[in-house]
């Protein structure tokens, strides 16, 4: 016994402190600093902007996402999300929204139409109403009662590109250009809170009905106020499948770097699913302010917003 249990203890201690002060995989443009807004994509720098601006005048979180996504949202020439989405196969733009704050709690809203502010409905469920989710018709109903505006939210550009595409009526999405891009936008505030946006018109000339990771907690985004927060743009399938940004953040709860998080859950994806025609983007933050950011296929580009920057970085990437 007691050989036994020398013989045990050089073994077992060197690997624990090992552990403890391995290297990390950090990203090269992260670093730790307060506060900080961080989203996807090129649409990124002005929703950080709006953001930002709330952030700086002592404002929460909280509202910071939300006003930051709206951006996105109201701008016609974006055809991803919001207003001048691209429609679904049968003409119709749907939207997919949610957000988080601080406390844990949430909110939001899928499959709904002719709400120019899909993200406002989904706080106004959080705020409002015992539940988590409200979808379609009855994510409508509850929007026109809380007096929302019904609009037609397909612009002439946009119906273009449908009648266009409807010639072939072909689904193939394209890596990186335009079939997808949704807002997904996290930001801690002046007081260490962290809270969480994102916001769709999801995957275009999609199946009527269909529902992307945007809206679904824990796929398309995800913040713990202990750790940090992640959101995933790109094939929502891929993202429901793995539940990425709930993934990430339990990563990084159990010690790993926003960036290594995000490695972690692209090759989830990439070990299990036909990844090489489909894009994922992953975008993470800790409570220190430290970034990560990652995704399958090179072209995947970030805003981040920290001290007195607002740039746009590419993030790294697992198959060239
Ligand atoms: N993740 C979104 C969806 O699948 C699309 C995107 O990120 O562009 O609906």
């Known amino acids: 016994m007691g050989i036994l249990g020398i013989s045990l203890?050089?073994?077992?201690?060197?690997?624990?402190?090992?552990?403890?002060?391995?290297e990390k995989n950090i990203n090269p443009n992260s670093k730790e600093g307060l506060p900080i807004v961080i989203s996807t994509w090129f649409h990124g720098l002005e929703a950080n902007k709006v953001a930002m601006a709330i952030i700086q005048k002592d404002g929460k979180a909280i509202d910071a996402v939300e006003q930051g996504v709206m951006t996105?949202?109201?701008?016609?020439?974006?055809?991803?999300?919001?207003?001048?989405?691209?429609?679904?196969?049968d003409g119709n733009v749907t939207l997919d929204a949610c957000i988080m704050d601080e406390t844990g709690n949430c909110g939001s809203v899928s499959f709904l139409q002719n709400i120019k502010h899909p993200i406002s409905v989904a706080r106004k469920v959080m705020e409002d109403t015992p539940h988590v989710m409200l979808s379609g018709a009855g994510a409508l109903q509850f929007a026109l009662a809380h007096g929302f505006q019904e609009e037609n939210l397909l612009t002439e550009k946009s119906k273009i590109a449908w009648e266009?595409?409807?010639?072939?009526?072909?689904?193939?999405?394209?890596?990186?250009i335009e079939?997808?891009?949704?807002?997904?936008?996290?930001?801690?505030?002046?007081?260490?809170?962290?809270?969480?946006?994102?916001?769709?018109?999801?995957?275009?000339?999609?199946?009527?009905?269909?529902?992307g990771d945007s809206p679904i907690i824990g796929a398309g985004m995800f913040v713990d106020n202990e750790v940090g927060g992640a959101c995933a743009t790109g094939m929502g399938e891929a993202v429901l499948k793995t539940l990425g940004s709930f993934l990430?953040?339990?990563?990084?709860?159990?010690?790993?770097s926003p960036q290594e998080a995000c490695e972690e859950a692209v090759k989830r994806i990439t070990k299990k699913q036909n990844y090489k025609d489909f894009q994922i983007g992953y975008l993470a933050i800790n409570k220190k302010g430290e970034h990560g950011a990652y995704c399958i296929h090179k072209g995947f580009n970030y805003a981040l917003s920290q001290g007195e920057k607002n740039e746009m970085y590419d993030a790294n990437f697992y198959h060239q």
């Open 248 to 256: 990430v953040v339990e990563l990084m709860r159990q010690g790993a």
């Open 72 to 89: 996105a949202e109201a701008d016609p020439e974006n055809t991803s999300v919001g207003l001048g989405g691209l429609p679904d196969r």
């Open 164 to 176: 266009k595409w409807k010639k072939e009526s072909k689904y193939q999405p394209i890596i990186n």
């Open 179 to 211: 079939n997808h891009d949704t807002i997904g936008l996290l930001a801690i505030d002046k007081q260490g809170n962290i809270a969480g946006a994102c916001t769709t018109s999801g995957l275009a000339y999609k199946m009527h009905g269909r529902v």
């Open 9 to 22: 203890i050089p073994n077992c201690a060197p690997s624990l402190e090992k552990k403890e002060t391995r």
